[in-house]
Structure formats: structure tokens, C-alpha cells
């Protein structure tokens, strides 16, 4: 294993945090006089920190932009996204510093089937503070058993100690036993 590379989340997002926040002055002149203006700032944030700002003159302009600020800003992705990235888990928003990185032992497509691994010819990590080493079992590729511990930290060993469990939301039935539709 002379070099491995790092694979996001499929998940993983450039931005995790918008704000729109209005900025009151109260502007003087001699020639067209004093009165309270307003800027709307737009900040663009990835796991805390600002990555990205612009301003408006009005809420409204600043809500209308916010989508041409979301494409252009990743075309490229900011160089603080990637500086960030780097040294902070790969949970989407943490901000935590990684405390350890997982092999992927299996790939899969963006449909979840598995890629042949013959066919693959880099190797990829993924880095996890200790609150989030623990992946669980639902994903195929982001679980427990495709990572294989590089730096001693196992799901074993998460901090994690908040769970939220589902519910079980009862039987919908579709047909009702006597061939009539059932009745909402």
C-alpha cells in the first residue's frame, strides 16, 4: 500500500451552513444627507467555518441569489472547503479533528452495487473523529464491516453516546382480504 487517496461520503456537501444576516448603518453625507441603510451578508459555511460571503442591498435580493452563490461557488470548490476538509472528520457537518482513518475494503457505484475491486486501481480512506468511528450497518460501503482501522481507532471505541431509534409506523394494507380496496 504505497499511497492511499481520500473518497467523501456520498453524502458529502460543500456547504453544511447558510446565513443571511442584515447589517444596519446609519450612513452620513453633507451633500445627500444621513439616513439608516442596510447590507444583507451571505455566508457560506463548510463544518463552521466561513468559506464563502457576499453581500445584497436587500433580504429579498440576497434569498434570489442564493442559488447562483451555491452553483458558482462549486466550480471549483473553495480552497478553505478543501483546507478544512482535510483535517476534520468526514461525518457531513462535524467539526471535530479526525482521530482516525478507515481503509475501504469494497467500492460501490452511485446506485450502491459493488464494484469490481479488480478493476480498481487506487486505494481510499476515510477519517472519522471518535464520536463517529462507530459507522453502523445500513450502508453498503460507509458501515463497520468495509473499513478496515489504519491508525488503531475501531467502531469499538466511538464516544458516541446518543442513539435515535426508529419507530415502527404500524401495516399499511393496500387490499383489504375481501378483494375490495381498502378504505382510507
Known amino acids: 500500500m504505497e499511497r492511499i487517496f481520500h473518497r467523501r461520503l456520498s453524502n458529502w456537501e460543500a456547504f453544511d451552513e447558510v446565513q443571511l444576516r442584515v447589517i444596519p448603518r446609519y450612513k452620513t453625507s453633507g451633500l445627500?444627507?444621513?439616513?439608516?441603510?442596510?447590507?444583507?451578508e451571505i455566508e457560506f459555511f463548510h463544518k463552521g467555518q466561513i468559506v464563502y460571503s457576499a453581500g445584497a442591498g436587500t433580504m429579498e435580493a440576497a434569498i434570489?441569489?442564493?442559488?447562483?452563490?451555491?452553483?458558482?461557488q462549486q466550480e471549483p470548490i473553495p480552497t478553505r472547503v478543501i483546507e478544512v476538509e482535510e483535517e476534520t472528520c468526514d461525518q457531513p457537518s462535524c467539526r471535530e479533528k479526525f482521530a482516525g482513518?478507515?481503509?475501504l475494503k469494497?467500492?460501490?457505484a452511485r446506485d450502491g452495487q459493488w464494484l469490481d475491486m479488480s478493476d480498481q486501481q487506487l486505494v481510499y480512506y476515510r477519517?472519522?473523529?471518535?464520536?463517529h468511528a462507530r459507522r453502523g450497518d445500513c450502508s453498503r460501503e460507509d458501515c463497520d464491516d468495509n473499513y478496515e482501522p489504519l491508525d488503531?481507532?475501531?467502531?469499538?471505541?466511538?464516544?458516541?453516546?446518543?442513539?435515535?431509534p426508529s419507530a415502527f409506523g404500524g401495516?399499511?394494507?393496500?387490499?383489504?382480504?375481501d378483494g375490495n380496496e381498502a378504505q382510507s
Request: neutral net charge.
Open 32 to 40: 445627500s444627507g444621513d439616513e439608516w441603510r442596510q447590507h444583507v
Open 64 to 72: 434570489l441569489m442564493l442559488g447562483t452563490h451555491f452553483i458558482q
Open 101 to 103: 482513518r478507515y481503509m
Open 106 to 108: 469494497r467500492l460501490t
Open 127 to 131: 477519517k472519522f473523529c471518535a464520536k
Open 152 to 164: 488503531g481507532l475501531k467502531p469499538e471505541g466511538t464516544t458516541n453516546t446518543v442513539e435515535s
Open 171 to 177: 401495516v399499511i394494507e393496500i387490499d383489504a382480504p
